[in-house]
């Protein structure tokens, strides 16, 4: 007997194409992040970063939100659209850098320092987000603390990495929460410069969650849409990318002449590269069961929702200036 989760053996693109007749029936829209697995990128109606994906879900006017990314962007696109059904092809598609920031300890950490702004990195629970004065993301993290009076302390968290490169770009002293993102501090060193080496007419371009003495190797740091325009826009015939893995299809579609080699990592494996296996978590398959039974859906307790809307809508409007 074939239950809820299993579907019969069938292609890629039949899964597809079913997707395809899926979104139009229920007026859904697919939200992808840049890491996740080429199938799912080849069906979302938008890829992007963190901050991309927070505008196209704040705008958008489908009745069904599927996001294939992890938990804390569902929770995020339903904090901004509380009437509309979020689903998330599977819960267990979580985040090391979330997971990083246990509410409770945070809340203690806050209350010991009471005249802080509190700037949480969006890769946090919505939990955290209530906690928060406003939200970042890695593109709009340098002009949201350039938004803050010089005479504000800033609290900075759940990434440490991140935090400490945001206090170098931007000259302010921050007490940063001791958090990181497992696929981020993976990276090599040594294999990177080794690889480096190997081609000499590379640039190395680094996501800011990546610890301290990669981003000082790096020719650019940014987030992975800053990282994808500066592979387009920089006359180098060579790259080597430091962050995860899955952003390298929709590099290779934007930038056909150059050559992208993902940066290794501590640990060999089979593509010597950084992937986050939360982003992994889901599938084609998994995507296509959630759209069709229209489950697992994200549901925000609405006191919760509205501590966690404010920051990010105040986020977002700093972005659009």
Partial sequence: MITKN?????????????IFKLKKEKNAVI??????????????DYIGDSLGLSQQAATTDADIIVFAGVHFMAETAKILNPTKKVLLPDLNAGCSLAESCPPDAFKKFILQHPQH???TYINCSAEIKTLSNIVCTSANAEKIINSIPKNKPIIFAPDKNLGKYLMHKTGREMLLWNGACVVHEAFAIEKILALHQKYPKAHIVAHPESEEHILKIAHYVGSTTGMINYVKNTDAPEFIIATEAG?????????????????????????????????????????????KDESPEIIIEENIRKKALAPILKMLEISSL
Avoid: G
């Fill in 6 to 18: 299993i579907i019969p053996a069938t292609t890629n693109q039949e899964l597809s194409e079913s």
């Fill in 117 to 119: 702004i509190v700037v």
């Fill in 247 to 291: 952003i390298l299809n929709q590099m290779a579609k934007e930038v056909t002449n150059k050559s992208l080699i993902p940066a290794p990592a501590q640990e060999d494996n089979h593509c010597a590269c950084s992937e986050c296996a939360y982003m992994k978590v889901n599938t084609l398959e998994k995507l296509y069961l959630c759209l």
């Fill in 31 to 44: 939200l992808a992040h840049y890491y996740q697995e080429t199938a799912i990128q080849d069906v979302a």
